[in-house]
């Protein structure tokens, strides 16, 4: 029986190296491929999260479906699924590590996007809906966080854990909360009346997407679970024209289409969504957008085939408060977080040393926040714990902390840094 934890190397092959993110039904870690010297996205599945013996059969089923689903697609928007399995009762799935930001973070950092920007995350996002509706499949669950942009401005698709698969045994209409499958403020109304979904369910969470994008906020900005029920099924939204000037008629025209409480009133596929947003798109060669966005999702279209270590929306800055972001892979210092993770567990004066002597330059050149920067940081902490510098550990852990207070996208670093403090005494 192993323990999910940092440092452990799932069957011989890939090594945990910290988590990304967790949900309901899973959580993401990082990890490395040791077979094929690449890092990956390691999805566990959580049963323990499931209330009933029932519910955790079906939760594992979902998450083995996901798996099964997301290995069919080719499509550039869906992250490339590598490996499937099982270890002491631990379900997993490896997949591509896509590095960047989902919608909600970007939205979050930027306020409403201008149309370019919008038309250039919603056509990727049609086209991974066509494919998935002409293969019999409903996402029903397509929300700002499962969609992400990466930091080369690639648009993936998330999450396929509770879609809709034509023929499977667990196409069932309710999670194992008994609520409708969904996400609230992003379901269509037939979704929240328990009614059949098809492709066009997706398309009103597409809706929503582009109404938020555009407008700032969401369709209905409410958190009351049953209030949006309300809205979403009884009540027409702003009108987007009131909340944003200068957008073509048939850019409003579409997003209420696309938010129509019938879904015979929708379009009738994403083609038509595509047809009228793809003449939105930056050209090759068009400028970047007037407002820095990072990622940048014009990019595939303004610089289609560009190499990906040149600078995507000019030179790096750096603004103070905010995640830095610099606009080159980083491939050094990620290569250093490998070569000192396999240090750590023999020889963790000479993992002391080699990030003493390259973190600083590193520090330097990306900054102190950036993700890479600070794995190192943690890292460094971990070898001087391993040393039993409890003391140096700790003014690096509280160094941390405070470079995370307050930073958006920089909650689980700060996390981390409180574990740490406490680790020490």
Request: with cysteine; charged share 25%.
């Amino acid at each position: 029986m192993f323990e999910i934890r940092q440092g452990h190397v799932l069957h011989s092959r890939y090594r945990l190296d910290g988590p990304l993110r967790a949900g309901g039904m899973g959580m993401v870690w990082r990890a490395y491929d040791v077979r094929l010297s690449r890092v990956v996205a390691v999805k566990f599945a959580n049963p323990a999260a499931a209330l009933t013996f029932q519910g955790r059969d079906e939760m594992l089923k979902r998450f083995q479906q996901e798996a099964g689903v997301a290995a069919r697609f080719t499509n550039t928007g869906v992250a490339s699924v590598y490996d499937f399995g099982e270890e002491h009762g631990h379900f997993y799935l490896v997949m591509e590590l896509v590095q960047g930001s989902t919608l909600d973070e970007l939205m979050d950092e930027c306020g409403p996007l201008e149309l370019s920007v919008a038309a250039s995350i919603i056509v990727p996002i049609c086209a991974v809906l066509a494919a998935a509706h002409r293969a019999g499949i409903v996402h029903r669950d397509l929300k700002p966080s499962n969609v992400m942009v990466s930091e080369q401005g690639h648009t993936k698709v998330l999450d396929f854990g509770i879609a809709r698969v034509e023929g499977t045994a667990v196409d069932t209409r309710l999670t194992r909360t008994g609520r409708n499958p969904g996400s609230p403020g992003y379901m269509a109304p037939e979704q929240y009346e328990g009614k059949q979904v098809t492709g066009r369910s997706d398309l009103y969470a597409l809706g929503c997407l582009l109404y938020e994008m555009l407008a700032g906020r969401p369709v209905f900005p409410q958190d009351d679970e049953f209030a949006l029920l309300h809205m979403h099924t009884t009540v027409p939204p702003d009108a987007l024209g009131g909340l944003r000037e200068g957008l073509p008629e048939a850019v409003l025209d579409l997003v209420d289409r696309l938010l129509a409480k019938d879904p015979a009133d929708r379009p009738a596929s994403t083609d038509e969504v595509n047809k009228i947003l793809r003449v939105h798109l930056p050209a090759n060669g068009d400028d970047p957008p007037d407002d820095h966005v990072f990622p940048d999702p014009t990019r595939p279209f303004r610089l289609p085939f560009a190499p990906e270590d040149v600078p995507l929306t000019g030179p790096r800055v750096e603004l103070p408060g905010t995640v830095s972001r610099t606009y080159r892979p980083r491939a050094d210092a990620k290569d250093l977080h490998h070569e000192v993770r396999r240090l750590l567990g023999t020889e963790p004066a000479k993992a002391v040393d080699l990030l003493r002597e390259r973190l600083p330059d590193l520090a330097e050149q990306y900054g102190l926040r950036a993700h890479e920067v600070l794995d190192l940081r943690f890292d460094l902490a971990e070898a001087l714990l391993a040393q039993v510098d409890r003391e140096a550990a700790r003014d690096l852990y509280t160094a941390i902390r405070q470079d995370t207070a307050d930073v958006d996208g920089l909650e689980m670093y700060r996390t981390r840094a409180e574990e740490g403090i406490a680790r020490c005494g």
